[in-house]
């Protein structure tokens, strides 16, 4: 139990698209999901929490005008790096928390691995 | 102010070794919870244990062994008769009671030679 996925796992894209990056939890309803960025060889960097019919909360000094959040339904989150850079490109991982599953519990997707030339 | 240091930015031993990896947390909370995570090359990240404050009791599964111990606010995490397959990079992480935000170690990239 308690797998979350996340889809694609990898994508190549040009510079100046757009790349919408999904975290479902299969077998549980989250209430809340929470979108990480991990550069080579660096830990992981929380960049915006969301709640489920709410407005995501964004970490300081992530663009939410660039990272788009939407949490529409318990179990899918989506997050659209609009315009995408060269810089952009990383390794995206989202983690889910169960409903009444309390703040210490967290089920990590599989990651997505977005390199924009 | 939460803060996880992992001072091993990497450590490499020749298979069959124990090891250690080294974790030490700062809070001021007094109910946190304290993780270990392997990341592989392939990415994803692999759960490994998770510590509440109130139980300061060792745990052993099997290679692996968790050390907590309050006074020197540390998590180790010590990987018996090393393998091949264990190398990855392991990350220690906290989340307090307060603060729902986990709250990661640089990790340790471990290599372990045949």
Same mark, same amino acid.
């Given at each position: 139990?308690?797998?979350?996925?996340?889809?694609?796992?990898?994508?190549?894209?040009?510079? @100046?698209?757009?790349?919408?990056?999904?975290?479902?939890?299969?077998d549980?309803?989250?209430?809340?999901m929470?979108?990480?960025?991990?550069?080579?060889?660096?830990?992981?960097m929380?960049?915006?929490?969301?709640?489920?019919?709410?407005?995501?909360?964004?970490?300081?000094?992530?663009?939410?005008?660039?990272?788009?959040?939407?949490?529409?339904?318990?179990?899918?989150?989506?997050?659209?790096?609009?315009?995408?850079?060269?810089?952009?490109?990383?390794?995206?991982?989202?983690?889910?928390?169960?409903?009444?599953?309390?703040?210490?519990?967290?089920?990590?997707?599989?990651?997505?691995?977005?390199?924009?030339? | 102010?939460?803060?996880?240091?992992?001072?091993?930015t990497?450590?490499s031993?020749?298979?069959?070794?124990?090891?250690?990896?080294?974790?030490?947390?700062?809070?001021?909370?007094?109910?946190?919870?304290?993780?270990?995570?392997?990341?592989?090359?392939?990415?994803?990240?692999?759960?490994?244990?998770?510590?509440?404050?109130?139980d300061?009791?060792?745990?052993?599964?099997g290679?692996y062994?968790?050390?907590?111990?309050?006074?020197?606010?540390?998590?180790?995490f010590?990987?018996?008769?090393?393998?091949?397959?264990?190398?990855?990079?392991?990350?220690?992480?906290?989340?307090v009671?307060?603060?729902?935000?986990?709250i990661?170690?640089? @990790?340790?990239?471990?290599?372990?030679?045949?």
């Amino acid at each position: 139990g308690a797998v979350v996925s996340q889809h694609p796992s990898r994508v190549i894209c040009k510079s @100046g698209t757009s790349v919408k990056i999904e975290c479902r939890s299969l077998d549980f309803q989250a209430t809340t999901m929470f979108w990480y960025r991990q550069f080579p060889k660096q830990s992981l960097m929380l960049m915006a929490t969301s709640n489920e019919g709410s407005k995501a909360t964004y970490e300081q000094g992530v663009e939410k005008d660039k990272f788009l959040i939407n949490h529409a339904s318990l179990t899918l989150s989506t997050l659209t790096v609009t315009s995408a850079h060269p810089e952009d490109s990383s390794f995206y991982i989202c983690s889910a928390e169960p409903l009444g599953g309390g703040t210490d519990t967290q089920y990590f997707g599989p990651g997505t691995r977005l390199t924009v030339l | 102010a939460q803060k996880v240091t992992q001072a091993q930015t990497e450590i490499s031993v020749v298979e069959k070794e124990d090891v250690t990896l080294d974790c030490v947390y700062e809070t001021r909370d007094t109910t946190y919870y304290l993780f270990w995570y392997k990341q592989p090359p392939s990415g994803e990240l692999v759960f490994l244990i998770r510590r509440n404050s109130f139980d300061e009791q060792n745990e052993i599964s099997g290679r692996y062994s968790w050390n907590f111990q309050k006074s020197t606010s540390s998590f180790n995490f010590t990987i018996t008769a090393s393998q091949v397959v264990d190398s990855a990079v392991y990350f220690c992480a906290l989340i307090v009671d307060s603060n729902y935000q986990l709250i990661w170690g640089a @990790g340790t990239k471990l290599i372990i030679k045949p």
